[in-house]
């Protein structure tokens, strides 16, 4: 077991065999009795001190109202990848349309919760009435869209809830502009109301997304332990010996829709609540990449990976990547992370850093000497680094997007070759990130944003192709 | 899984350093816009700094109306700087148009201290979901592209005011031109699936339909590049196609599908498909709240910088200089009776009075945020493909 | 009648672009089992290849050289230049995860696309650029009889497109290379036992698809003109969804997916309603899929046990 490399796959074991030979694999030293610690600890210990820290945090340390929103965004899309991992990470279902369940819950709240229906007075029913109410239809309505799985299986299956999920789209878009807004959107929605409390502050909602959050993992371990989680992994695995095992393959796939449906059904009213207005633009096919992001990232088929993924992912696009300070401790810092964890020995680390150091300065100086207006800009948040060091032209647009290119092609490059010369070209490509970033990314932020997204994902991935806390993928040969 | 709780409980950890974060952030990442300002003819001895957010869709699949709307914008602040001696910094916020975006970054600008007044967001839409909350904050915002009648007469945006005209101006002036000079007998209506084209769809309908007229209401998404299949929809004795579009290069693709499917239909184009650079279609009419701006000597040498900034400029990035431009004028004269707080800039904004301004046409609103007097032109686009004033009002 | 032809001929086009895309997807599928998501995006920058090539030969309305020898530059540079940065994201993001989950290439294909459209939005900026085909291919060549015009670009597109798939299909089903592509599609590991060189089958693989979306890409912007950085995304989905609907995998099926989708959308929109287009395919689609689960030419997948 030793031998093999982590993540390829275990051919000819089973995953419960290999989750334990996993445990037996302790990292080495006080790391490893940190973890034996931990697991001495239950899984509702567990989520009892992470559901206080989550409390903590907004009521005792306190955050302003944009940490908070980025908060209720994070508890959002976690809840999401938590419904979207029953289909996706259980019963390995591929379903592309979960979208549409988060916006069937937002429209039906809204329709519930305003002057949309029954005019002029409308329908304001309270939240512990509708939601419940919106959460069974969510369910019926994963059940008609599972049906199809019925018969398709894979990527067959995929296009088709990709199918409804844009039919969702276009029907809010065009279908009943009267009734559910058009492009326009339903507004002016009830917040959360019910028994004499309104719920007004975001700090409420991120209270009551918390609640529903840690509400959900505990309903979905009690079904991942029993009978019916069983049974979603039987079927993913291996479809034929579970129904061979008497396991009602058909049933067992449309509850794993049904579930999930219902989960974002409750994400999309709560979501409605807050912002008091829905729109379909909202619940398009950019949310549904970014729930899958979360999901896999964490760690399909985990369910506090599904939770860890959608947390980070929200928290780092909307949290650091928004402010270009952040982003750049985001760039620079995981740039000298990954140099640290993956160049051994030491002492290699010190080369290159200290040799892009020494050839930041002597590049710097060579084309100080050439020519000043070369070096002439500043890219602001960073003054002491492209005083002297990063080369930032007086016009620096057309010389960063060089230098982006030459990144690029020198980060591919750097994959391609053998390892001495790899170490070598890692201190030119240093370098021209560092100019890259300072001449150019720096300055436009909303691009920047979507261009570490990418290669945020691209690295995750290629480091930990089965997620953050993934299980180690099995093959059953 | 059994690692995964404790390390989801260092994640909610993350959160706060997020937040703590982004109150130091506001320093620095206001001065990304430019720190080569200060030194302006200044009036005051003490500098007036402050900032300005800008909530547009700089990414996505409208970028090329947001990112027109950032050019201006970056303009219109560096101009002011140099002219008023103040020290305004530019706050970038992508909302891609959507409105659950656009809260997380009124979140941020309204969390932001430094930040006095916002520019944008570009939707209507948006500006429904985000206009309570800056209400709430007391934080100005002004927007450069949301026409929706509905958002000054709901009056649930106290804060709110626009440089641009609203749908129930535009649109009846634009269908009775149709009515009483083009005499169609039917006519094409295409909306882009957007709150802009829808909501201009419904001011025009009742015009059309009072005169008599025969429409075919047809809508195709914004994101369509072909209108071939739309284009052999035109009937032979339909005249006029109506176009309200935001992506004035849509319009011209329409022009050239009717071109090669020798359709002889006249466009005619609301104010977002004004953009002399884009829209040239020979013979099409374009209305627009303001002047071509590039034929107004005294926008001479912003129109300058404008090209250079953003070439292919259309109809976005001018009410954004001039409602950047109210801002910074609000900012400069808060400085100098004190400081430039929020409460003291929104109401200098409520007071601006500028009797002339980038889009040809003295600035002032009225107490629900709507410009006052706004103006209507028509276009015509002669066979070279430059614009030619036909009537205004 | 006309209204019937014309209407064809622009599904027929639209259809031709929709099949050249769903073929690079279908052929990637094929070998690696893989979604890429990233292959519209690689559609755009085919686009933005010609439109350069465009402007360096002088621009529409000043060519310095006959029209022909143009077109073919743009083609062979947005096709080369397109193929190799298809090889080399298949290198660099694709190749690390082959022995992966199945779902993990996926997030990396989401990750390619989102840096292929913002390094493009960074390099070039969000404005549409137009590539006024009219300005030197005038609309008065064509098929002009009666009512009915057609452009010579659509029929350019149309039959250029039928001759690349005819001209792939031999190449799968003569060559070396193709026997070489179809062993590695059938079972990877088998192929390599026989001696064949998998990475590099991958890799032609890559190239062939990838080019075939640039393509498509410069075809694109001679029939609509303008381009832009996300132009790729819807592309990307309807070519998808071809791809599935005749059968994922299938060479003659994903050809027969784009134009059927094509096509679908020309008469929904000139005869049923153009608000509802979207809307009554995929209604239409799904009802298809359920009906025939495996697509149009898919075989039903036999399960090893």
Known sequence: MAVEPRDSPSVGVDEWVARSLERREYLPGWRGDVQRALEQVGWWPRLVVATAVGVFIPVVIGLNSFQTQVGIDALLLAILALGLNVSVGWAGLLDLGYVAFYGFGAYGYALLSSNQLNPPGGIHWPAYFSIPLVMIGAAILGLLVGLPSRRLIGDYLAIVTLFFGEAFVEFTNNVAPSKLGGPNGIFALDPLHGAHVQITTPTGYFLVLLGLLVVSMAVLHMLDTSRMGRAWRAVREDPLAASAMTVPVNRVKLMAFAFGAMIAAMAGTIFAAQQTSVFPTDFDTPYLILIYAGLILGGAGSMSGAVLGGLLVSIVLDGFLRSPTQSSYIFYGVILVTLCVKLRPWTRVAFVVGGTIVFGFVMHAIVAAFSSSAVAGTSGAHSWIDLHWAIVPANPVTFGNICFVALLCLVVALVQVPGRWRTMLLIPTLYVAACAWEARLSQVPATTRLLLLGAILIVVMAWRPSGLLGARRVEIV | MKLGISLAAITVTALVAAGCGSSSSSKSSATSASSTQAAGGGSGSKSCTASIGIEAPLTGQVAVLGQEQLAFAKLAIQDDNKANGTNITLVQGDTQLMPAQATTVTQQFISNSKIVGVVGPAGSQEVEAVGPLFGRAGLVFISGSATNPTLTSSGKNPTFFRTVSRDDVQGPEDANFVVKHLHPKNLMIVDDQEVYSTGLVSAMMPIFQKAGIKVDHESVSQKVTDFSSLVAKVSSDTTVVVLPWQVAANGQQFGKNLAEQHKNATIVGTDGMFSPSAFTTPGSYVSSFGPDITAIPADASIVQAAKTAYPKFGTFGPPVYAATHVLDEAIASACKSGTATRSSVLSAVKQTSEPTSILGQPIHFDTRGDLIAAKWFLFKINPQGKYTLVTNS | ?305
Do not use: C
């Open chain 3, 1 to 305: 009648m006309t209204k019937f032809t014309q209407e064809l001929v622009n599904g027929l086009t639209q259809g031709g672009l929709y099949a050249l895309v769903a073929l690079g997807y279908s052929m990637v599928y094929g070998v690696l089992k893989l979604l890429n998501f990233a292959h519209g995006d690689l559609y755009m920058v085919g686009a933005f290849v010609g439109y350069f090539v465009l402007q360096w030969f002088g621009g529409p309305t000043a060519l310095a050289v006959p029209v022909p020898i143009v077109l073919l530059a743009m083609f062979l540079l947005a096709g080369g230049g397109v193929g190799a940065l298809g090889v080399a994201i298949e290198r660099f993001a694709y190749r690390p995860l082959r022995d992966a989950p199945r779902i993990a290439p996926l997030i990396t294909a989401l990750g390619v696309s989102f840096l292929l459209e913002n390094t493009m939005l960074l390099l070039f900026g969000a404005s549409y650029r137009d590539y006024n085909t009219s300005a030197f291919i005038s609309f008065s060549t064509g098929i002009h009889i009666g009512a009915l015009n057609i452009d010579i670009v659509r029929i350019m597109v149309i039959v250029l497109s039928v001759a690349l798939m005819i001209g792939l299909r031999l190449l799968v089903s003569r060559t070396q290379l193709g026997r070489q592509m179809r062993a590695v599609a059938s079972d990877r590991e088998a192929a390599e036992m026989l001696g064949i060189n998998v990475d590099y089958t991958i890799s032609a693989t890559f190239f062939l698809g990838s080019a075939l979306a640039g393509i498509a890409g410069v075809m694109a912007g001679l029939v609509f003109n303008q381009i832009y950085t996300l132009m790729g995304f819807i592309i990307g989905l309807k070519a998808f969804t071809a791809a599935v609907v005749g059968g994922i995998g299938s060479i003659p099926g994903a050809m027969l997916g784009g134009f059927l989708i094509g096509i679908a959308e020309a008469f929904i929109t000139g005869y049923v309603s153009s608000t509802y287009t979207n809307l009554i395919v995929f209604g239409i689609l799904i009802a298809f899929m359920i009906l025939r689960p495996s697509g149009l030419l898919g075989r039903v997948q036999l399960q090893k046990v």
